[in-house]
């Protein structure tokens, strides 16, 4: 009780098509489905350079620590 009963549906499906026809909502669903893989893509896309970013943070504060202890040695050489 209080459900949508499966003809109930059936008849707002064809009312629907007769409104819209069929080429306009095939061509909504394509457009709704592109919109959903390019959101997916933008996703995947999205985590996989965070994933970079933080390797290359680490790559930087290596390279950092290898210049200030390049600096340091350059000051030992000079005070010598």
């Known amino acids: 009780m209080g459900g949508i009963s499966i003809w109930q ?3 707002i499906a064809v009312i629907v098509i007769l409104l ?3 080429k306009k909502l ?7 489905g ?10 995947k896309e ?3 350079p965070s994933e970079k970013s933080d390797e290359k943070i ?4 290596d390279a950092s620590f290898s210049s200030e202890n390049n600096a340091e040695k350059v000051k030992e050489k000079d005070q010598a």
């Open 9 to 11: 549906l059936v008849i």
């Open 20 to 22: 819209f026809g069929t």
């Open 26 to 32: 095939r061509g909504i669903g394509g457009d709704l």
């Open 34 to 43: 592109g919109a959903i893989k390019g959101f997916k893509k933008a996703i």
């Open 46 to 48: 999205e985590e996989k």
């Open 58 to 61: 680490e790559s930087q504060k």
